[in-house]
């Protein structure tokens, strides 16, 4: 482990029910601070005052604010799968749909406080368990896109794998950029022209 990693690292991995509940208050209380006065102004004092302990009981969890991020960004990216992808209809002209599953997942995962995701993505540290939370949710959710890809009979792409990659990579990046931005989002709007996109490249479309 790098002195970088070290200073981000938790000092504390609950092994018991009310440890674990206590670092998930501290969590949740940061994310509310950061959200609430931004990430210069969000310092430890008022995470652990928010998390309704003392200071001292919050380093004994985690070493800084940074540490605080740096595990919120990583359980951001380290979300689960592509909800109800088992349940979805592989019939012919149902493509858009399926696309629109994905897309809305994504925007869903993203859309709660875009305060705070901005906060994430442009404060936190980079760690080893941060590069690794990203490719091991990259590798998962490519899996799962391109398994729903080769189901579905209005999918003509020659090459599954490399299509799997540019529609995660593009459904992700745009939804992070556009929903953390400052300004307002037509969250309709995003979700339409990415739908049309994707589904003219997946078809094969000219």
Do not use: C
Not at 34 to 57: H, K, L, P, Q
Not at 148 to 172: I, M, N, S, W, Y
Request: hydrophobic share 40%; net charge neutral; proline share 5%.
């Amino acid at each position: 482990m790098t002195s970088a990693d070290r200073r981000l690292a938790p000092r504390r991995k609950p092994r018991q029910v009310r440890a674990e509940l206590t670092r998930e208050r501290i969590l949740s209380a940061a994310a509310h601070v950061f959200a609430d006065y931004g990430y210069a102004a969000g310092t430890t004092n008022r995470i652990a005052e928010r998390a309704g302990m003392s200071i001292g009981s919050l380093y004994q969890y985690f070493p800084n604010k940074d540490a605080i991020l740096a595990e919120l960004l990583v359980r951001h990216i380290d979300r689960g799968a592509w909800t109800g992808a088992d349940e979805l209809d592989m019939a012919p002209g149902s493509l858009p749909e399926v696309v629109r599953s994905l897309v809305r997942d994504a925007i869903d995962h993203h859309r709660d406080d875009p305060q705070l995701l901005r906060i994430m993505f442009e404060e936190a540290p980079a760690s080893s368990e941060l590069i690794e939370a990203i490719d091991r949710h990259g590798k998962m959710r490519v899996g799962q896109v391109r398994e729903v890809f080769a189901r579905h009979p209005d999918v003509r792409v020659q090459d599954l794998d490399t299509a799997a990659e540019l529609v995660v990579g593009t459904v992700e990046m745009n939804t992070h950029k556009l929903m953390a931005s400052p300004r307002p989002v037509q969250v309709e709007r995003l979700e339409a022209e990415l739908v049309a996109m994707i589904t003219r490249y997946l078809r094969g479309d000219g």
